[in-house]
């Protein structure tokens, strides 16, 4: 169906960055990588897998393939307001202006707006799937589904849910009302259903029971917040006395399954990691998020050497950017400050956190199968990149790539100009965005080749 020849980069499990010139890709009609081969063998690629030549699309020397972005983190209803608070921690931001904004979302319309600028933002910056947390309202969290389906984005939802509310009251539901709703929630085949306690915090014993049950019972998807920030988890310390740590009380109510993703982990001990890496569960790294609201900074390193699976979040609007480029850049940041204080830390390389925003991201929501890199079988879930549009590095690789000898020269600029983009450049470079073989932006243009 889809056949392009050009330079694509991806990551494996074995290699954390991978480029791959002159290579040739073939996608099926159901979407799926049916093969990838190299351009110099078009001719006996097009006998064996029987197409035309001509069919062929031949990227641009400026132009390359990459894997979607994976934001395993984000909330769909604090969109409005990313970017105006920079001033709170945690607790008091929450109060202040997630609390009373979420709480309009029972307006369907209002709803409508935000979750379709929401869905549309992120697929241009290149996001191919999102794991989004809605508000309380399962009829505006059944929009957000059908949004993201009519968009075509890979979307992951959870209707939030929440019995204890302190501070705005009327946001906040009864134990009974946020599990029959939630029932009626994971019944809709539209979006991925995703249990999704709001907190520890914001959920008293009895519910974080019942959704644990919900979760098995019809083998769901979990996504909560963790460790994000020392305040909550004193508080999660005096709320649930009987618990050894704030893991043990998600853990207690089968919470942290293989197919549960927390958020943040900023402040986990060791043996809380041990647990991550028994039960499956993964985190969701969100720097953008953990800066603003100083919150702390998750030591990625020591995550990954517990073998606990992580990817990268935006955390919108704890975080003010929805670009996963914003986390890849931030996720570098938190791991240098972390060498900075501690010059025997090893900081991220590139590559690795390239890899943590694709890949990681897939393996983190447990969707490695269908989605995260360029494998035959998988979806094709890619950006076409063009790094001569505008805000491109294209200039500077004609005047000033480095040069490191005749035969390595081109994958050089090619790295140059792939490191450059992600570092500096926007979607006003991603050219091209496919979910499952299907073009999902531009918008404007037929949703299918
Ligand atoms: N913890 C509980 N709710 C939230 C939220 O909406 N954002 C962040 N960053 N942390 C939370
Ligand atoms: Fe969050």
């Given at each position: 169906k889809i056949k392009r020849v050009g330079t694509f980069v991806h990551s494996t499990q074995q290699t954390a960055l991978q480029v791959q010139e002159d290579a040739l890709l073939g996608v099926d009609t159901e979407g799926k990588i049916a093969f990838i081969g190299e351009g110099k063998k078009l001719e006996?690629?097009?006998?064996?897998?029987?197409?035309?030549?001509?069919?062929?699309?031949?990227?641009?020397?400026?132009?390359?393939?990459?894997?979607?972005?994976?934001?395993?983190?984000?909330?769909?209803?604090?969109?409005?307001?990313?970017?105006?608070?920079?001033?709170?921690?945690?607790?008091?931001?929450?109060?202040?202006?997630?609390?009373?904004?979420?709480?309009?979302?029972?307006?369907?319309e209002f709803a409508r707006r935000v979750y379709t600028h929401v869905v549309k933002r992120t697929l241009t910056n290149g996001t191919t799937t999102a794991c989004y947390f809605a508000s309380i309202h399962t009829d505006a969290t059944l929009l957000l589904g059908q949004i993201a389906n009519d968009f075509g984005q890979r979307a992951l939802v959870g209707k939030v849910c929440m019995d204890r509310n302190d501070s705005v009251k009327h946001y906040r539901e009864s134990i009974q009302e946020s599990h029959d709703e939630t029932c009626r929630w994971v019944s809709y085949p539209l979006a991925k259903p995703v249990v999704t306690p709001r907190f520890a915090l914001s959920c008293s014993?009895?519910?974080?029971?019942?959704?644990?049950?919900?979760?098995?019972?019809?083998?769901?998807?979990?996504?909560?917040?963790?460790?994000?920030?020392?305040?909550?988890?004193?508080?999660?310390?005096?709320?649930?006395?009987?618990?050894?740590?704030?893991?043990?009380?998600?853990?207690?109510?089968?919470?942290?399954?293989?197919?549960?993703?927390?958020?943040?982990?900023?402040?986990?001990?060791?043996?809380?990691?041990?647990?991550?890496?028994?039960?499956?569960?993964?985190?969701?790294?969100?720097?953008?998020?953990?800066?603003?609201l100083c919150s702390g900074v998750l030591n990625v390193r020591n995550v990954l050497k517990h073998k606990v699976k992580l990817g990268l979040g935006t955390d919108v609007a704890g975080g003010y950017s929805s670009s996963m480029l914003d986390a890849v850049?931030?996720?570098?940041?938190?791991?240098?400050?972390?060498?900075?204080?501690?010059?025997?830390?090893?900081?991220?390389?590139?590559?690795?956190?390239?890899?943590?925003?694709?890949?990681?991201?897939?393996?983190?929501?447990?969707?490695?199968?269908?989605?995260?890199?360029?494998?035959?079988?998988?979806?094709?879930?890619?950006l076409r990149v063009n790094v001569a549009a505008p805000g491109g590095p294209i200039d500077l690789i004609h005047s000033e790539g480095p040069k490191v000898g005749i035969q390595t020269l081109i994958v050089v600029h090619f790295m140059f100009a792939f490191l450059n983009w992600s570092l500096t450049g926007d979607d006003r470079n991603i050219v091209e965005v496919f979910v499952a073989g299907k073009k999902v932006v531009p918008f404007t243009e037929p949703k299918a080749e």
């Open positions: 006996a690629l097009s006998q064996v897998f029987q197409f035309s030549p001509s069919e062929v699309t031949q990227l641009t020397e400026h132009e390359f393939l990459m894997p979607g972005l994976v934001d395993t983190h984000i909330h769909a209803c604090q969109y409005s307001y990313a970017g105006t608070a920079l001033d709170l921690p945690l607790l008091q931001w929450l109060n202040t202006y997630t609390f009373p904004v979420e709480s309009r979302f029972k307006d369907l014993r009895e519910l974080l029971e019942q959704l644990g049950k919900i979760a098995k019972n019809n083998n769901l998807h979990i996504q909560s917040h963790i460790s994000e920030n020392k305040e909550e988890i004193q508080l999660v310390k005096e709320l649930f006395p009987e618990s050894e740590s704030y893991t043990d009380v998600y853990h207690k109510y089968n919470l942290l399954t293989d197919k549960t993703v927390m958020a943040h982990g900023c402040h986990l001990s060791d043996k809380e990691l041990a647990v991550f890496k028994e039960t499956g569960a993964s985190l969701s790294h969100c720097p953008n998020s953990n800066f603003s850049r931030r996720t570098l940041d938190a791991s240098k400050i972390l060498t900075i204080q501690d010059p025997k830390h090893e900081t991220l390389s590139f590559e690795e956190v390239f890899r943590l925003a694709t890949l990681g991201g897939s393996q983190a929501l447990s969707l490695d199968d269908q989605t995260g890199n360029f494998e035959v079988g998988k979806d094709f879930d890619a």
